[in-house]
């Protein structure tokens, strides 16, 4: 089992912590997680936040191509 908590990866990746929280509660949202753990692949699933919030292209990625580095 992994203790994958975003946050861990998110401290590195944005400059305060209003930023990385405004982030996992407007953009890689709980919800949006759960989906991929109910079977929606990860390429589905950030292509749809890219067409959200392509501002928000390297932490949208970094959560899936970087969650074993957190």
Known sequence: ????????LYRKIFKTEGEMEWFLQHVCTSDWNE?????RSFEEAT?????????????I????DRWRKQ
């Open 1 to 8: 089992m992994i203790d994958w908590n975003p946050r861990h």
């Open 35 to 39: 989906k991929q753990d109910a079977g």
């Open 47 to 59: 292509i749809e936040l890219l067409g959200k919030f392509p501002e928000h292209e390297i932490p």
């Open 61 to 64: 990625r970094a959560w899936y």
